[in-house]
């Protein structure tokens, strides 16, 4: 799906997300969470530190077509930059962590009150619980919601599965075991169930394929069945 921007109508949305994103690489609150990132366990095969660079892109790339003002845009790509930094201590507890770990960053200081807060809530938005032995996406806290949509931008996406078995392999799990394999299935279409986008543009941009990947979940889950 080719978009032009409002700015540059002779560009495509992919084209201008990427200029966009390479200019805030040089933001000094993004270079700093992206320093920290660099030294994230290796067994991390899911949220390491590509993880974030694409949840920056895709949270640009949601923003641009909604055409938010350029401040915004920075403003939630330093958000998506610092909101898995949590995982360089723990790994079940990364969101509370990483805001913790913002709030003593040079960058934290440099931000409003209010910029901080929305940061905050940003980087809170991503958390993910279980209930009922299901897994949901916490209450929206952040006004906007685009990094909770750049966070789970794959599922509306063609590598969707790709990266189910990057989070397997994180979690050490092996799909070689039936059972295991079930519940693997089972919690991503419960996800995907219970998903719903933020934004419009994550919903113009990525609902079909969404949709896509829940069939064919659905369809390989019940054949695990028979």
Do not use: C
């Amino acid at each position: 799906m080719e978009l032009k921007t409002q700015n540059h109508p002779e560009k495509s949305l992919e084209t201008e997300a990427v200029i966009v994103f390479n200019e805030l690489l040089k933001n000094p609150a993004i270079v700093e969470a992206l320093n920290l990132l660099d030294s994230l366990p290796k067994n991390l095969k899911y949220h390491d530190k590509g993880h974030t660079l694409d949840v920056m892109k895709e949270t640009i790339l949601f923003a641009l077509a909604d055409e938010l003002d350029r401040k915004t845009i920075e403003l939630q790509t330093i958000a998506a930059a610092w909101h898995d930094v949590g995982y360089l201590k723990e790994y079940n507890n990364n969101e509370p962590i990483a805001v913790e770990m913002f709030q003593k960053s040079k960058a934290f200081q440099t931000l409003s009150t209010e910029e901080k807060a929305e940061i905050i809530a940003n980087i809170l938005d991503t958390q993910i619980i279980m209930k009922d032995d299901k897994l949901f996406l916490l209450k929206q806290r952040s006004k906007l919601g685009y990094i909770l949509d750049g966070d789970v931008s794959s599922f509306g996406r063609e590598d969707f599965f790709e990266k189910r078995m990057e989070i397997a392999e994180e979690l050490g799990l092996d799909l070689s075991n039936v059972e295991i394999k079930k519940k693997f299935y089972a919690s991503g279409i419960n996800l995907l169930r219970n998903h719903e986008w933020k934004t419009e543009s994550a919903k113009k941009l990525r609902q079909a394929q969404k949709e896509i990947n829940l069939r064919k979940l659905e369809e390989e889950y019940a054949k695990l069945l028979k």
